[in-house]
């Protein structure tokens, strides 16, 4: 039995907050509570750990992460991602379907479902793609990618560019009852953009993608959902006009829910450097009131979830000129922290509403068993040290990537362990900070 002792829990799906033990067995929370040793069973031994001064949570669900396996493991793969996963107090994720080839059959979605077992780290689920090869022109089969592990569908990577075919999606995704999970994004729109367009991007000649690229899409596959009654899901949400739709479809009622990324919320597009492309990402970083937008609409539950969007890429890849580097940021690692340093920290967001937003919010709408610390539950968690600091090293990753724009920046606040199914998969206090 283990048995953790006067943790600060948080965990909204028992609106739970405050000093508590909790113990756990056979993978699973056995009790959580102020004084929970009378209803111990008797004589059996325990792994006492004292968690004074840290938080308890609910192991985090990220529903948007790139494990970049099969095909480009030279950026990422299933044992590295999960490693980074748990070191960054993920402990289940949702894995997007841009693999080579993409994951848009029954083979490959039991593969990867097969590899995140064996890796036995945090607990892995593929999303499948929408249409064959990601080409955007014929359905994949929905019913049996679920049947082989697929928890939703995605061409993340790319816009499904023809209505039509979306709104087939949303119609065949229901009888799966799993979500679509739609990248808006109009590419005649975008263009042959670099970073979001504007003063910032007019300011150093590079191509910019407008905001309407990303909300145009978004309020079609809004009007979609609510036409066919499909479920939909919008992956990072960075523009106040994908926010206006969201609003729109919510209170009409639609089956709707939107993630927002960690630097979509921290950065804007006046901090890109021409010469880091660990900066570019699509969506590309937003305006500064576009950012304020996205935090407002986090805390007050507009935008249901965080994801990170790992987006593993190699160093030879980043190094490239801005306009020619790939989109994407590594974010497994950082994500919690930096949610923590720059907006939890400094009273932007409660602590509660970050767990609820990374972790019990995302198991709901997913139909994961996690979320929560409630008697029963997986004893997925993570314990987390409020003052822990480190600086963002690549020296100091289990992903395979580090393009991340954090790099060198000291962070404060960091998962120290993370159980998943009552097991210890990673132990900070083992691996000393760089
Ligand atoms: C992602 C990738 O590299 O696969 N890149 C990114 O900038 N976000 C694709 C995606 O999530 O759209
Ligand atoms: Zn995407």
Known sequence: MLWLKNAR??????????????????????????DIAAGLPDGETAEVIDCAGKYLFPGLVDVHVHLREPGQEEKEDITSGSRAAVRGGVTSLLCMANTEPVIDNQAL???????GRRAALARIYPLAAVTKGMAGAELTEMAELKASGAKGFSDDGRGVQNGEIMRLALEYAKL????????CEDAALAGGGVMRRGRASAARGLIGIPGAAESVMAARDVLLAGETGGRLHLAHVSTQGTLA??????AAGWDITAEVNPHHLI???????????????????????????????LADGLIDMLASDHAPHTWEEKARPFAEAPFGMTALETALAA????????????AARLIDAYSRRP???????????KPGAPADMILFDPDWEETVSADNMASKSANTPFLGRRLRGYPIKTWVGGRLVFDRLAQPPV
Request: charge should be neutral.
């Open 9 to 34: 829990v948080i965990d909204p799906a028992q609106g739970v907050a405050g000093i508590m033990d909790l113990a756990a067995r056979d993978g699973r929370v056995l009790s959580v509570g102020r």
């Open 109 to 115: 979605t039991a593969l990867v479902a097969d590899r």
């Open 176 to 183: 799966t009852g799993c979500p679509i999970v739609s990248h």
């Open 245 to 250: 739709a969201l609003r729109a479809g919510k």
């Open 267 to 297: 950065l804007t597009d006046e901090d890109v450097p021409l010469t880091n492309s660990n900066f570019k990402v699509n969506p590309p970083l937003p305006t500064a009131e576009d950012r304020d937008a996205l935090l407002a609409a």
């Open 339 to 350: 949610v923590w340093t720059y907006l939890v920290r400094p009273g932007k967001l409660t």
């Open 363 to 373: 198991a709901e709408r997913f139909g994961l068993e996690a979320g929560t610390l």
